[in-house]
Each structure stands twice: as structure tokens, then as C-alpha cells.
């Protein structure tokens, strides 16, 4: 049986193919101004390099903040159950999950037996989200990619006040104008990231093992801002950033819906 | 064929606009009937006005208002534009604001002739009705109710119950009139009266489908704020009730297909009311109950009408904001129980900090003890600006979705 789970990030969109529970083929691409086109050209394009033909998908589930743009999924769920799907299928352990998004971060608790036991989001605000740390790589001259390499040879993490990226922003700006250099502006901003994170966490309640997932996981500077604030390791699966997808999927796979 | 009828219609609707109607027209023509106006916090002692005759008027009733017509974004950055911090109570900034211009839906409020302010729901009301008294020049009589932790303690008791004497003392002042116990028993008898109606009223949602919800309760709630020791406001609960009772006996529910019932804690968004229902509706989800509109039942056993002096002093303490969080518990406790709740939602409410303090701690504790899944949606009874659709969309589908997998579906 095959079933797809989609998701429509703010920023990018994730497809996931799996064959009888098992991943068969992922696909990652922007989601741009049009939700409803960016995922089914991204799916089109993945089950084809796949060569499997739409008739042949089992079910398809749809998720994430353009979810409803779907047209073609037999369903939706929203991103917290299907972060809670993908995360407990790689590790049944995982009873804590952050997700940083592009436009928000979640935290989510998790039973033994995988259900979601609470959730909580970020609030009306960018800080602390995919989009804050690409707000400040702009203002630093910086990929993002080099963001975890630069940090983790931070000496001393600049004190980052403000928690609203606006200001935040302005804030960097000033710091270089006084001459911090950019490894510890980079470090002071995830710091205040994982401040910010980690009280979503205790929020929720901490339980390890703590997993991160979303496209920010592979910060690993990041990750281990939020490791020294929560005092517990991190696990970052491979699936990081299609985990909203895969979890989708999953939730597909449990119901044929095309026979 | 008969046509389909819309269950969502209650109708003492009507009757409760007439009335609304009625009151605001007889409060701003007070000066031309010879009576008088003061305006009163939502939670004072309303009833010596109502027996010495005075109309009174409430800014928070008038604030939902302006609410509920979408009128409040523009006087809040009104007031903020007078110097008044986005921080403070939205209610506050929409009535400082409100009486410079004589805005909002009805054109203002009539002017005060005195205020009376208690601060057993907050301590904005005291900065609010101090501006308020400065603007139009009006004396202001100040019921101070201790917050109550644990116990009432008798110092507190003498406290509060000495200041309900005073109080008669100055409407004795304002009115040029002797006080009248008399009519004071009878009015507390009314309010007392009224409130176990309200009581009555908000039961019937025990009842499986709810014959309305929560957000209809926000509305009949007016009554119960602005009228409480009149005869109407009697007459017109025991007519909502009846016609509640009527749809229950029908098996008419207030939603299409009820399955869930949720409670709801806190204010109302006043401007999101429609939105919300029919969100949560589409989920076949019902808002049974909610704390706000439950509160002024919660303390209706503690009025002793031989003692209406000292029995009022203690209820006025004793109202839902002015106690403990684990006494706010118990009650919520006791609600989740009696209307079988299968979800809470609570309104984290950027104005109304004594109302939103301690509310993730609730959700805890709920959480621990019902199992039930718990809800927090940021945002501010008012003020549009704090509140975000698409956000409070998702968070209320993934909470839907805790509540199905709860109940393996
Ligand atoms: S702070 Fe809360 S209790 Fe006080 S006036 Fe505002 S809404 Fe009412």
C-alpha cells in the first residue's frame, strides 16, 4: 500500500511517499505565494521521479499551515499529530518534541503509547521561529548554514534583551556596530532562541527524551543552545525537516481510502 | 413542506434587545426624569443604588459593546494615542477613550453623577474610575475588598461590612435622601432571585445537546450585570429558562450534530463571538459552559436576606477574581464534573491579568486530574490587534483532534 503525506510550511513544503510504512521516496521545495500549486507540483514531481502514478496512492493526508489548500488529500490533520506520528515512528522513546517552523514553534508531549498528551505554540510573534534566525543571518551577512559552525566557536555569547525579532534585529545591528564578533552575536541569538523554547517546553511539562525536529534541527549550534537550557540532550533524527510530512503519511498509511 | 427552522435562534433574543434598549434609553434620559446616574464596576454592590432609585450604569457591559460592534480597535489606539499604555485593560482604554468622544454604539455613555468602584475584580478599576472621576468632575466612593487567599478573616469581615455603611452614608449624600433598608431587602431579594434564575438558565446546558451554548450565555448575561434587583430581569430569566426547558423537552440543541462539550474560561473575544461558535461548531463541538458567565452563581448561597448588610459585604468579597487560585479551582473543578466536560479552553487574556494569572497552572491540574485535553488561546477580550485567526485555527483543530483520539475515534 502506498500513502503520501504532504506539508505546507509557511516557508517550504515536504512530501513523503512511504510503501507499506516504510519511506519511499522524499521531496522538499519552497512554498512561495501559492500553497495549493507548490504541493501538488512537488508531489507530481516526486512520484514521477518514484514512478508511481497518482491511481496507485492509497491515501494522501495534508498538513501544516497551507494543509486546507490541498485539494487532492483524502484528509487533514494538523501539524501537531503528525509531528507526534513521524517523531514516535523514529523513536518510540520520544515523549517531548520541539518543532521550530518557519512561522512557529511547537512543543509537544507525548504518552507512551505515542498519543499527544498537550501541545503548545508560540504566540503571535516571529521570535523564536525559522523566520527570526533568517531575519538576523540577513542583518549579519551570514548563510544560515554557517550559523551552527560560527556559534559553537562563540567564547562568550552576546546577551540578546529583546524577544521580538524586530527589535532583535536592530539589536544585532547595534552589537556590531560596537565591534561583538558575529560568533558570539550568532551564539547570544540562539540562546535566546532556546530561552524562549525551553519555557515552552517547561510549559508542557519536560519529559526526556526531548527530540527536535524541523528544518531548524539541523542547527546543531542551536540544538545545543537548547540542550544547555533544558539540561537534557537532544536528538535530531535524519528526518528532521520532513518529519510534519512523514508523520502525514503515516497517518495516511492507516487508512485506505481509494480502494 | 414546512421550512427548516434554524435552531440557532433563541427567541427571547428579542425581548432582551427591547430591554437593553429600554434601560440605555431610561439611563440617558435620567437628567430629564429627575433621577440620577452612577456608574458602577461590573462586580459592585449594585443594589443600594437600585433602592435609593439611582440608575446604574456599567462602562464593562458598555465596553463589550463596543466589542461586540468591532468599534473597540479605534478607541483603544485612541486612548493610546492620549497617552494610555497598550498594556493597560482594553475595557479601560475603550471607555477613557469612549467618553471624550462620545463613540462607540450608542453614542457614549450618559454622563455620570457619581462613581462606585470595588475592586474585587481588579486593581485597573481603581486607576480607571480615579480618570473617569477627573474627567467629569464627580465625587467617586472607593469599596475596597481584600484579595481572599485562604480564609476571610473577621478584621477583613468588619473591614468590609463598615465600608457598606459608608457606602449608604454617601448615596445618602448623593441622593439628598435618607437610606432605605427596607427596600434594600426587597431588592436583595430580587438579586438574589435573579441570580438563582441565571443559575437556572446556564443548568440547562447540562442537558445532552446543550439547548444553547456558552456564546448565547455571554449575551443573556447582560441582564444579570446591569439589572439584578429589578423585577424585569426576573421576568425575563424565568422566560429564557422556560424556553430552554422547552428546546430540551423538543431535543433541540443550539449546534447541528453536538458531540463534544467544551467549558470555556475567561472573558469572551467580544468581536470573534460568531467566528468562534461556527469554528467550533464545524466540529460538532460545543461550548456548554464557561467560568465568566457562571460567576455571579458561584457565591449566591452566602446572601442571607435577614442580613442583607453583612451577607452583600461577603459576597461581593468573595467573587470569582478576588479568591485564590485553588478556590478558582474548585469551582472549575465542580463544572467540568457537572456539565461532563470533555475539553477546556482557556482564554489567556492579554487585559485581564487577575482573570488569565494561574491559568496554565489550571491547565495542569485539569489535565492530571480529568485527563480531559486543555486549550490556551492568546488573546484579548477587545483588542482585535492580539488576535490571530489562522493561528487560533490551527490550535483549535489540533485540540479537536486530542479530544477524538481521547475518545479513540
Ligand atoms: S482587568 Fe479584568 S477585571 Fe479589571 S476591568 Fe479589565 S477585564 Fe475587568
Not at chain 1, 205 to 223: E, I, Q, W
Not at chain 2, 287 to 307: E, G, N, Q
Request: with cysteine; aromatic share 8%; hydrophobic share 40%.
Amino acid at each position: 500500500m502506498i500513502s503520501a503525506g504532504i506539508d505546507i510550511g509557511s516557508i517550504t513544503s515536504k512530501v513523503v511517499i512511504l510503501d507499506d510504512g516504510r519511506i519511499y521516496g522524499s521531496k522538499i521545495g519552497f512554498t512561495g505565494y501559492n500553497a495549493e500549486r507548490a504541493g501538488s507540483s512537488i508531489y507530481n514531481s516526486l512520484i514521477e521521479e518514484l514512478g508511481i502514478k497518482h491511481e496507485n496512492v492509497n491515501s494522501i493526508v495534508a498538513t501544516g499551515y497551507g494543509r486546507n489548500s490541498v485539494q487532492f488529500a483524502d484528509k487533514t490533520y494538523t501539524e501537531i499529530l503528525c509531528h507526534a506520528a513521524g517523531a514516535f515512528y523514529n523513536n518510540s522513546d520520544i515523549r517531548t518534541i520541539i518543532d521550530i517552523g518557519g512561522q512557529d514553534s511547537k512543543v509537544i508531549s507525548l504518552s507512551a503509547d505515542g498519543n499527544v498528551k498537550d501541545f503548545c505554540m508560540n504566540d503571535k510573534c516571529a521570535a523564536g521561529t525559522g523566520r527570526f534566525l533568517e531575519v538576523i543571518a540577513r542583518a549579519l551577512e551570514i548563510d544560515l548554514e554557517n550559523f551552527a559552525r560560527l556559534s559553537l566557536q562563540s567564547g562568550k555569547p552576546a546577551s540578546i534583551s529583546t524577544t521580538c525579532t524586530v527589535f532583535a534585529e536592530s539589536e544585532v545591528i547595534s552589537l556590531i556596530a560596537k565591534g561583538e564578533s558575529r560568533e558570539n552575536i550568532i551564539a547570544g541569538i540562539h540562546d535566546s532562541v532556546a530561552s524562549r523554547l525551553s519555557s515552552m517546553v517547561y510549559r508542557v511539562g519536560l519529559n526526556p527524551p526531548v527530540m527536535m525536529t524541523g528544518g531548524v534541527a539541523k542547527n546543531s549550534g542551536l540544538v545545543k543552545a537548547i540542550e544547555n537550557r533544558l539540561g537534557t540532550g537532544v536528538l535530531v533524527p535524519e528526518s528532521a525537516q520532513i518529519n510534519g510530512a512523514l508523520g502525514a503519511a503515516l497517518l495516511a498509511a492507516k487508512q485506505n481510502y481509494r480502494q | 413542506m414546512t421550512e427548516k427552522s434554524d435552531n440557532t435562534k433563541i427567541r427571547s433574543v428579542k425581548r432582551m434587545k427591547e430591554i437593553m434598549t429600554a434601560y440605555y434609553i431610561d439611563a440617558k434620559t435620567a437628567g430629564q426624569n429627575g433621577k440620577k446616574v452612577a456608574w458602577i464596576t461590573s462586580g459592585g454592590p449594585v443594589e443600594p443604588l437600585i433602592a435609593m432609585d439611582v440608575i446604574p450604569v456599567y462602562p464593562e457591559n458598555h465596553s463589550a459593546m463596543i466589542g461586540s460592534t468591532k468599534m473597540a480597535i479605534d478607541l483603544c489606539e485612541k486612548a493610546e494615542a492620549m497617552g494610555y499604555s497598550r498594556d493597560i485593560c482594553s475595557y479601560a482604554r475603550a471607555d477613557i477613550a469612549c467618553a471624550t468622544v462620545n463613540g462607540g454604539p450608542i453614542g457614549g455613555l450618559p454622563r455620570p453623577d457619581f462613581l462606585v468602584c470595588c475592586n474585587n475584580i481588579c486593581g485597573t478599576v481603581m486607576k480607571w474610575y480615579e480618570v473617569q472621576a477627573r474627567y467629569f468632575n464627580v465625587p467617586l466612593f472607593i469599596f475596597d475588598t481584600p484579595f481572599i487567599h485562604t480564609d476571610f478573616s473577621q478584621e477583613a469581615r468588619t473591614y468590609v461590612v463598615k465600608q457598606m455603611e459608608e457606602y449608604f452614608i454617601f448615596l445618602e449624600e448623593q441622593c439628598g435622601k435618607k437610606f432605605d433598608r427596607d427596600k434594600l431587602k426587597d431588592v436583595v431579594k430580587k438579586s438574589v432571585e435573579a441570580q438563582r434564575l441565571w443559575k437556572e438558565v446556564l443548568a440547562t446546558t447540562k442537558h445532552n445537546p446543550a439547548p444553547m451554548s456558552a456564546f448565547d450565555a455571554f449575551f443573556h448575561l447582560g441582564l444579570i450585570v446591569t439589572l439584578r434587583g429589578t423585577e424585569t430581569v426576573n421576568d425575563y430569566y424565568t422566560e429564557l429558562r422556560d424556553e430552554m426547558n422547552e428546546r430540551i423537552q423538543n431535543g433541540i440543541g443550539i449546534i447541528q450534530e453536538q458531540k463534544y462539550r467544551l467549558l470555556w474560561d475567561n472573558l469572551p473575544l467580544w468581536y470573534k463571538t460568531k467566528w468562534l461558535s461556527d469554528t467550533f461548531a464545524s466540529h460538532n463541538a460545543c461550548l456548554v459552559a464557561d467560568t465568566y458567565t457562571s460567576a455571579w452563581s458561584f457565591v449566591i448561597d452566602m446572601i442571607d436576606l435577614d442580613k442583607p448588610v453583612e451577607s452583600l459585604a461577603m459576597a461581593y468579597s468573595n467573587v470569582y477574581i478576588n479568591i485564590s487560585i485553588d478556590r478558582m479551582y474548585e469551582n472549575l473543578s465542580t463544572m467540568i464534573t457537572e456539565w461532563k466536560a470533555d475539553g477546556l479552553v482557556l482564554h489567556s487574556n492579554r487585559s485581564c491579568k487577575p482573570y488569565s494569572f494561574g491559568q496554565y497552572d489550571t491547565a495542569r491540574r485539569v489535565s492530571d486530574e480529568f485527563g480531559i485535553p486543555t486549550l490556551m488561546l492568546e488573546a484579548d477580550m477587545l483588542d482585535g490587534r492580539l488576535f490571530n485567526e489562522s493561528q487560533a485555527q490551527t490550535r483549535i483543530d489540533a485540540f479537536i483532534e486530542l479530544i477524538r483520539q481521547r475518545k479513540g475515534e
